[in-house]
């Protein structure tokens, strides 16, 4: 079993910068593919960024990508999202997600209810 929280969302002005942070519980945490997705109102929840078990390879959405760094240390059980130039657009709610089957490749499409974990979610507002 895995929990995950999610944390260090928060109002920030367009072009600030935010980190948040993921917590992941259990001993096999170092097993699992690690991602965030996030939500606006109204909207789908849609893919951000991944990062492998191994922490050495990661893949965007082009919405962020050069903006966002997806980083994992595997002895904290933490996953971050470094997020930089922030734009309006970014304002939703961000979720970590896990999975243990899944690479990189295939982590940032599947549906909603085949991912092994989520956290309740955390809020970013980007005011312009």
């Known amino acids: 079993q895995v929990q995950l929280v999610e944390s260090g969302g928060g109002l920030v002005q367009a072009g600030g910068s935010l980190r948040l942070s993921c917590a992941g519980s259990?001993?096999?945490?170092?097993?699992?593919?690690m991602g965030w997705f996030r939500q606006a109102p109204g909207k789908e929840r849609e893919f951000v960024a991944v990062i492998s078990r191994s922490g050495g390879s990661t893949y965007y959405a082009d919405s962020v990508k050069d903006r966002f760094t997806i980083s994992r240390d595997i002895a904290k059980n933490t996953v971050s999202l470094q997020m930089n130039s922030l734009k309006p657009e970014d304002t939703a709610v961000y979720y970590c997600?896990?999975?243990?089957?899944?690479?990189?490749?295939?982590?940032?499409?599947?549906?909603?209810?085949?991912?092994?974990?989520w956290g309740q979610g955390t809020q970013v507002t980007v005011s312009s």
């Open positions: 259990g001993r096999t945490f170092s097993s699992y593919t």
């Open positions: 997600a896990a999975d243990r089957q899944w690479g990189i490749v295939a982590f940032p499409t599947r549906p909603i209810d085949e991912y092994d974990y």
